[in-house]
Structure formats: C-alpha cells, structure tokens
C-alpha cells in the first residue's frame, strides 16, 4: 500500500487531500472575517497550509494547520500583546474545521520587517498544543491571557515540540517524508521553498487571503 506521502503526491486526488484542502479553507475564511471584525493592524494574514507529517496508525493524517500574519514592512519590534491577540483570533478560526483531525500542532507564525506573507526578513511562530486550542476555543473561562500564560509555562528549550513561544518559523516543505497541502495540492518536502523567504506553508504556493 502506498504511503499517505505517496497518496498525497499522486495521481488520483485522495480523500485526505481533499479534506484537509476544505478544512484549510473554511479556517482561511474564519480567520479573514475574526480580523475583518476585530480591525487589527496587520498588512495580511491566512491559513495558508496544511503540513501533513505522519500518518497515523490507521492511515489518518498527521497535519499541522499554519495560520500566517504579516505585520508590515516598518515593523521591527513586534507588539506582543497584538501577537497574541492574533494567536487566540488563529486558534478560534482553526479548532472546529480542524477538531476532528489528528492535530500535531498549530503553527501561527508572524512575518515582519516585511510586506507579504511570503516576503519578509524576520518570521517567528507561536505553536500551540491541540489540547491549548480546545481548551482556549471551547472554555469561556479561559481567556487570550490564560493561554499565553499556559504557552510560556510549559515552552522549554527544544523549538521543535509545542508549545513553543516566538521560535523560528519551520519550512514544512523542507521536512523529510512531509507534504504540504495548499490550495489543493500537495508539496513533496524536497520542494523549493522559493516563494517564502521564511515559509511555512510550503512550495506550492501563498493559499490563505486578504485581511
């Protein structure tokens, strides 16, 4: 049987890429209306992929849903307290098209001193636990701040294990045996990554819309 990587980059368009292709959109459309609404200084944000990392023992797959936000070219020194603003509107939009998916971690990442998405010179991302998600989507009790808080409590030493808090962005698309899901199709991990300076979505193209 072919790997979940083969099926992704295949022929036949499979049923997970399809899935995850609609799940990223309606997460794509959340995120756009929550900044619409909330009227925040930032140049453009989306969901612009689905990093697929595994496969789980019943062929399920592992994804990671990246949301993006870019601050604008002028910004240097990034207003934290805006960050995480963003980070809570990116787990809000993300947790139900996501909920009943194998979810490693959710990527939000942050361009700045930069004008595009895919275009900057510093790129950080806040990644949160699927557990941090739910709880922050679901329980009205637990507030933007109790989230941050839960993050830098538990973010230890290692950039690559969640929660992490303000680490480097990580190229999905330069990940060995990965696949990026965008806008319908799927990167192979061995993919160029030159549409992004620093990306997270992948190769194949900046998915994700217009705030």
Same mark, same amino acid.
């Given at each position: 049987?072919?790997?979940?990587?083969?099926?992704?980059?295949?022929?036949?368009?499979?049923?997970?890429?399809?899935?995850?292709?609609?799940?990223?959109?309606?997460?794509?459309?959340?995120?756009?209306?929550?900044?619409?609404?909330?009227?925040?200084?930032?140049?453009?944000?989306?969901?612009? !992929?689905?990093? =697929?990392? @595994?496969?789980?023992? *019943?062929?399920?797959?592992?994804? $990671?849903?990246? %949301?993006?936000? #870019?601050? !604008?070219?002028? =910004?240097? @020194?990034?207003?934290? *307290?805006?960050?995480?603003?963003? $980070?809570?509107? %990116?787990?809000? #939009?993300?947790q139900v098209p996501f909920d009943d998916?194998?979810?490693?971690?959710?990527?939000?990442?942050?361009?700045f001193d930069g004008d595009e998405l895919?275009?900057?010179?510093?790129?950080?991302?806040?990644?949160?636990?699927?557990?941090?998600?739910?709880?922050?989507?679901?329980?009205?009790?637990?507030?933007?701040?109790?989230?941050?808080?839960?993050?830098?409590?538990?973010?230890?030493?290692?950039?690559?294990?969640?929660?992490?808090?303000?680490?480097?962005?990580?190229?999905?698309?330069?990940?060995?045996?990965a696949a990026i899901v965008v806008a319908?199709?799927?990167?192979?991990?061995?993919?160029?990554?030159?549409?992004?300076?620093?990306?997270?979505?992948?190769?194949?193209?900046?998915?994700?819309?217009?705030?």
């Amino acid at each position: 049987m072919p790997s979940l990587l083969e099926r992704l980059l295949g022929d036949d368009t499979p049923d997970e890429q399809v899935d995850l292709e609609s799940r990223q959109n309606d997460a794509d459309e959340a995120l756009s209306d929550a900044v619409e609404r909330g009227n925040y200084a930032v140049e453009d944000c989306g969901v612009t !992929g689905v990093a =697929v990392v @595994n496969e789980g023992p *019943d062929g399920e797959p592992v994804v $990671v849903p990246i %949301a993006r936000f #870019s601050l !604008g070219e002028d =910004v240097e @020194n990034p207003d934290l *307290d805006l960050v995480w603003k963003l $980070v809570g509107e %990116a787990a809000d #939009s993300m947790q139900v098209p996501f909920d009943d998916v194998f979810v490693r971690h959710y990527d939000v990442q942050f361009t700045f001193d930069g004008d595009e998405l895919f275009e900057a010179e510093e790129c950080r991302r806040i990644a949160l636990t699927d557990q941090l998600v739910d709880q922050y989507a679901t329980d009205a009790g637990f507030g933007i701040a109790d989230l941050r808080d839960a993050v830098e409590a538990a973010d230890d030493i290692d950039d690559e294990i969640a929660p992490v808090v303000w680490g480097e962005c990580k190229d999905y698309s330069q990940t060995d045996n990965a696949a990026i899901v965008v806008a319908g199709t799927a990167a192979a991990a061995s993919a160029s990554a030159s549409a992004a300076s620093c990306a997270g979505a992948g190769a194949a193209g900046a998915g994700g819309g217009a705030c």
